[in-house]
């Protein structure tokens, strides 16, 4: 899954992409409002944590912008200001949900967990598709009861097909939930880590739909 982070203050931009990533998230970054409001129109994220105080242009003004061109993904609002007319503003423009400073990591990581179970339909931590189950929560994943260990990207990859159960990702929206943004996003290396996690979990778990991408779970 993919997380844009817009914050201005370098400190905690750092420390918010290295939780994320830690989290199995692909994360990309911005530190300006126009920035901002590139990086989600054109990078699509699952997600944004959204900085109200962004030079260049507001983080309100960026909200609006993204949902006024069709960017509907779920948007945790963060700011240090804490009047109830700011919720409301921020509320109003689009977003989904609101975390003043200062604030815990752990409450953060919590909300967009959330947030990302909600807009894929998914109530409950745990993921579960057949006899494998994710764990959002600690980055886990077990195969019949049995733990399977997985690389980092190999994760993110599985994370984004079973929060897409039953509907087909191509290899080029899978590299979009696995690369930053300004990597080197190669689809061929799909092919690669479906390979890799056909090996650890149960035979026929991942589906090749020919000429499309893959899916798991039973088609919608």
């Known amino acids: 899954m993919r997380i844009l982070v817009a914050e201005d203050d370098p400190r905690l931009l750092l420390q918010l992409s290295d939780a994320l990533q830690a989290a199995g998230y692909a994360v990309d970054l911005a530190d300006k409002g126009p920035d901002a409001e590139h990086l989600g129109l054109h990078s699509r994220p699952d997600a944004v944590v959204l900085d109200l105080g962004l030079p260049g242009r507001d983080g309100l003004s960026v909200l609006r912008r993204w949902r006024e061109n069709g960017l509907d993904v779920p948007v945790i609002i963060l700011t240090a200001r804490g009047s109830w007319q700011d919720k409301v503003h921020g509320m109003d423009a689009g977003a989904d949900d609101y975390l003043a400073k200062p604030f815990q990591m752990e409450e953060l990581l919590a909300r967009v967990r959330a947030l990302l179970r909600r807009a894929s339909g998914k109530a409950h931590p745990l993921i579960t598709v057949g006899t494998v189950e994710l764990d959002t929560r600690s980055c886990t994943v077990q195969a019949d009861g049995r733990p399977v260990d997985l690389t980092p990207h190999e994760y993110r990859l599985l994370s984004a097909l079973m929060h897409h159960a039953g509907s087909v990702l191509s290899r080029s929206e899978l590299a979009e939930h696995l690369y930053e943004h300004?990597?080197?996003?190669?689809?061929?290396?799909?092919?690669?880590?479906?390979?890799?996690?056909?090996?650890?979990?149960?035979?026929?778990?991942?589906?090749?739909v020919r000429g499309l991408g893959f899916r798991v779970g039973d088609a919608h």
Do not use: M, Q
């Not at 690669?192 to 979990?201: D, P, W």
């Open 182 to 208: 300004d990597s080197d996003r190669d689809s061929n290396t799909i092919d690669v880590f479906i390979a890799r996690l056909r090996r650890k979990l149960p035979e026929g778990f991942v589906t090749t």
